[in-house]
């Protein structure tokens, strides 16, 4: 295993976004992702801010296991938003992912209850014998369509690399 990370400032990073410019002119922008983007909230918020400056699209790929503080200050400068819930089940959430999933929802609540709806998608990954069983689909449909019946929810099919 090899540790593989650079640290970035703000103007070092946006210089690196900057280096794709050619894609963003045809639909593309900037997706962050991880681990959790949301670890680096205030900074991951400023480059926000700056792509959003510089009219590049942004995405997000989280968990949603983070404070409801800093999705408020990310949502004015995120375009799309990819939110996993990947067991919908307390217990069975903190037994598999080591965290409670009370956090994980009720962000999801705030989102799909607010104006940044509809640039939201909700994604499971259906890991054999953990998430991708018909309750734990059965109970995130439900959850997610008693919110908001025009979610976009996916299913994600899961790569196993070792087989």
Do not use: W
């Amino acid at each position: 295993i090899q540790y593989d990370s650079q640290e970035y400032t703000l103007d070092k990073l946006m210089n690196k976004i900057k280096e794709d410019e050619v894609f963003f002119q045809h639909g593309g922008g900037v997706t962050f992702s991880g681990g959790e983007p949301f670890m680096q909230g205030e900074f991951l918020i400023e480059i926000l801010k700056r792509c959003q400056k510089e009219k590049i699209h942004t995405a997000i790929e989280t968990s949603f296991y983070t404070s409801l503080e800093l999705i408020k200050k990310a949502l004015p400068y995120l375009d799309l938003i990819y939110v996993d819930l990947k067991i919908y089940d307390h217990q069975k959430h903190q037994q598999y992912t080591g965290v409670s999933s009370h956090l994980i929802k009720n962000n999801i609540k705030y989102i799909l209850e607010s104006q940044h709806r509809d640039k939201v998608i909700i994604r499971t990954p259906l890991i054999p014998s953990m998430s991708a069983t018909d309750d734990n689909i059965t109970a995130i449909s439900e959850f997610l369509v008693n919110i908001y019946p025009e979610v976009k929810y996916e299913l994600l099919n899961y790569l196993n690399k070792l087989n």
